[in-house]
């Protein structure tokens, strides 16, 4: 670290920091609440999400308990064929965005299969668009997670090392300065006391 400067200069330089740094803070700590409030809006939505995963699986269980034969083929009924995303920005952060899901169906005859099987494509379809929809969010929740730990570590870094170092350089410098002034005061009545007596002489 450069050794500090116990002059005019470097107390207006340090000045000029505490107020860039004490500028700076606020708009600091006004995003990282403001990313709080986004992650634990977030954290509801992917909550909410796995409830409606739960509940989709236990309406199956009751409404298709016919899914138990294991003679009727279901396999490849129906399969994710593009899956649109988009981002957004949120506070400085990239977060993914469901745009929307295409599915593909596999063509099956209505006589070979059973009836219940048009009902069990439709609900296979809202089970793989629920489980992507929980992955984004679940990437979202974690980008969220790291831009307020980095915000966080900037705002304590301003408020617990960088303005206080400040303010102690400020301090130091000025009584440096203050004592550098006493000394030259004394130094000159010493002075102006010896030509008084050379002048008695």
């Known amino acids: 670290m450069a050794r500090l400067s116990l002059s005019k200069s470097s107390l207006a330089k340090q000045q000029r920091q505490l107020q860039t740094f004490e500028r700076y803070l606020p708009s600091l700590d006004l995003k990282r609440r ?3 409030v986004e992650r634990a809006r977030a954290q509801d939505e992917r ?3 796995e409830q409606a995963i739960a509940a989709l699986r236990a309406q199956v269980r009751e409404q298709l308990p016919m899914l138990a034969n294991t003679e009727i083929p279901l396999a490849e009924l129906t399969h994710v064929a593009q899956v649109q995303i988009d981002e957004e920005n949120r506070m400085g952060t990239r977060l993914p965005r469901l745009v929307g899901v295409d599915f593909t169906r596999t063509d099956y005859g209505c006589l070979s299969r059973p009836h219940w099987v048009d009902p069990l494509v439709e609900r296979l379809e809202q089970m793989l668009e629920l489980r992507l929809r929980l992955h984004l969010q679940q990437r979202r929740v ?3 997670e790291t831009a307020v730990r980095k915000v966080t570590q900037r705002v304590n870094l301003f408020e617990k090392v960088l303005i206080p170092r400040t303010r102690a350089h400020i301090k ?9 002034e006493r000394a ?3 130094r000159s009545k010493i002075a102006k ?9």
């Open 193 to 201: 006391a010896k030509r008084q007596r050379g002048g008695l002489a």
């Open 142 to 144: 974690a980008l969220l």
């Open 184 to 186: 030259a005061v004394v």
């Open 47 to 49: 909550t909410a999400l």
């Open 34 to 36: 403001q990313l709080l």
């Open 172 to 180: 130091r410098i000025r009584v440096a300065l203050s004592d550098a």
